[in-house]
């Protein structure tokens, strides 16, 4: 974390009005913890891509899933110009974003037990899928019995959290576990607990959260290998392109209709 008000992590961006030095330093921080992912990360974020990879060579589906904030690295990588179209998010009613009235009902259905299997059970998910389950903390009990009840379906998963919070907090779950315990991959975001990268004298809380700009960079980065690894197979990664360029409609139009039947938003 960043202390605003101090000389620390000062840059070229200081010499301006002093009121820009929390944006150059959320900046900053925000740079160091990508860093730190792709040096600390790169090999399983490879181990991965490669997954999916394999994942599609073998006419597989891949699906995302996250709850409130977590939900957009997983939004992200879904009907997005540079992606591949394979990927699909495993949306949960009310606990998908945080447009559900009161928004607190969403963090309130992290923790109801059973809730997953539930939705697993009406999902398109089989055996030999991928699901690559979104937790900042992995504490709450719907990603730990998502990435339980996928398992024992024979869907492989790879979970995106911060091992941190398994080291500091306690589970929320009956089992005392947390996501990173059953994961065929764990992406360990290194997000510290709590979220916040600043502080500053006056205000009483820490702020400035990366979660998102991190774990979306994960996921892009995942997506980006399996991209090259589908290549270097001597398969034409299913890509789209930009709806706004020339000749993008008809791209996608042909790309969605040859993999019509693992894509799962247009339905």
């Known amino acids: 974390m960043v202390d605003s008000g101090g000389s620390n992590g000062s840059s070229a961006g200081d010499r301006s009005d002093p009121g820009d030095r929390p944006a150059g330093q ?37 699906f995302s899933f996250g709850a409130g904030h977590s939900s957009l690295p997983a939004q992200d990588t879904v009907y997005r110009a540079g992606g591949l179209a ?85 589970s929320r779950h009956a089992s005392g576990t947390y996501l990173k315990d059953h994961c065929d991959i764990v992406l360990d975001s290194r997000i510290p607990v709590g979220d916040a990268e600043l502080t500053l004298p006056g205000i009483d809380a820490p702020f400035a959260p990366a979660s998102t700009v991190v ?23 299913p890509l789209l392109r930009s709806g706004n360029v020339d000749g993008g409609h008809d791209w996608n139009a042909r790309v969605m209709g040859a993999y019509a039947d693992r894509i799962f938003y247009r339905q």
Do not use: C, H, W
Request: aromatic share 2%; glycine share 10%.
């Open 86 to 170: 394979v990927m699909n998010l495993l949306s949960v009613p009310g606990v998908v974003g945080v447009d559900v009235r009161p928004a607190t009902l969403g963090s309130a259905l992290e923790r109801v037990d059973g809730l997953a299997g539930a939705v697993l059970d009406t999902s398109p998910l089989e055996p030999g899928d991928v699901l690559v389950i979104i937790s900042l903390s992995g504490r709450n009990a719907l990603p730990v019995e998502m990435a339980m009840n996928a398992r024992a379906l024979g869907i492989k998963v790879v979970g995106v959290t911060s091992v941190a919070y398994a080291e500091e907090t306690k």
């Open 26 to 62: 959320y900046f900053d921080a925000a740079i160091t913890l990508l860093r730190r992912v792709r040096d600390q990360e790169g090999g399983r974020i490879t181990e991965a891509g490669r997954l999916i990879a394999d994942t599609v060579e073998a006419g597989g589906r891949v």
């Open 215 to 237: 774990t979306s960079a994960i996921m892009q980065a995942v997506v980006a290998t399996a991209a090259a690894a589908l290549a270097e197979r001597g398969i034409d990664p």
